[in-house]
């Protein structure tokens, strides 16, 4: 089960997703103003749910304005490969750029590609790379729900930019080709922005592809 909230002016989607023991993950917290933090805050308090892990598809700055203050909340580690380790650290500065305030996230951070080891039943992500928006994306799939959490790597009609710092558009076509066409049509792909669409529809619809 997973819940979706839009964050921040960039609209970017911070997922909660959980078993059914009540415990779950936060991916991608981008929420930047009080009252978001309380509505991510509130949501998981009302569903009694249990925080594990919070998991970060990618370290761009409107995937991550939330992460101190949910660390803070909840007190679990935090997962990202580790090859995405300086777009994380400009996030500040892509933040000045936009006119946006952001207070950074300075505690430790896993590789998320040992994550499922450490998370219960039912969150045991399969950690999929798929380099291109930035070299350390990731997709998280749960292939027994069918669902594939995939950051800015595909959107709904369309794919990631690539036009920042570690961008390749080649090299995430071919992540996109190589680790998410194979996947059944019905998966669910649930994206960084937008909304929420299937392989199946991308494999008809989707320009990219």
């Known amino acids: 089960m997973y819940k979706v909230f839009y964050f921040n ?70 997962y990202m490969h580790p090859k995405d380790q300086s777009v994380f650290e400009g996030a500040a500065g892509f933040s000045r750029m936009v006119g946006l305030p952001y207070d950074p996230y300075t505690g430790p951070i896993l590789d998320i590609r040992g994550c499922t080891e450490r998370l219960p039943e039912g969150l045991k ?45 080649d090299q995430m076509i071919e992540s996109i080709k190589r680790s998410i066409l194979p996947m059944p049509p019905a998966t669910r792909l649930l994206p960084g922005h937008g909304h929420d669409t299937t392989l199946e529809e991308e494999l008809l619809h989707n320009p990219y592809l």
């Not at 989607?13 to 779950?24: A, S």
């Not at 978001?36 to 761009?60: D, K, M, P, S």
């Not at 950690?127 to 930035?134: A, D, L």
């Not at 350390?136 to 729900?145: M, R």
């Open 9 to 78: 002016p960039l609209r970017e989607c911070t997922y909660v997703v959980w078993n059914d023991n009540r415990q779950c993950v936060i991916i991608d917290p981008g929420a930047i103003t009080a009252r978001e933090q309380e509505r991510l805050a509130g949501f998981i308090g009302q569903e009694g749910l249990q925080v594990e892990a919070i998991l970060l598809t990618h370290g761009h700055f409107d995937h991550i304005y939330g992460l101190k203050d949910a660390v803070q909340h909840y007190q679990v580690p935090v």
């Open 125 to 169: 992500f399969e950690v999929i790379e798929t380099p291109g928006h930035t070299q350390g994306c990731v997709c998280l799939y749960l292939p027994e729900e069918g669902l594939m959490f995939c950051g800015d790597t595909i959107f709904c009609g369309s794919v990631g930019r690539t036009d920042h710092p570690g961008g390749d558009h």
